[in-house]
């Protein structure tokens, strides 16, 4: 199922915050690989490095809760 098709199952009135990102979803039996691929280059500098990689594990974690 396409992603604009799942957010539209939920907000039908959602606005992309990130627009033109293309996200691709594995999941297998003790894995789930997420993917961004940027419409451009991105400068993270190395004082938020950490606190991107804290804020992604943390919504992942949100979503997958559930399922433990």
């Known amino acids: 199922m396409l992603l604009k098709n799942l957010i539209e199952k939920y907000d ?6 990130t627009p033109n990102a293309i996200y691709s979803t594995t999941i297998h039996d ?14 993270i500098p190395e004082k938020d490095v950490e606190d991107l990689e804290s804020d992604l594990h943390y ?5 997958l809760k559930k399922f433990f």
């Open 59 to 63: 919504a992942i974690e949100k979503v």
């Open 12 to 17: 039908k009135d959602h606005t992309c915050l």
């Open 30 to 43: 003790n894995e789930v690989t997420t993917k961004v691929k940027l419409p451009k280059d991105i400068i």
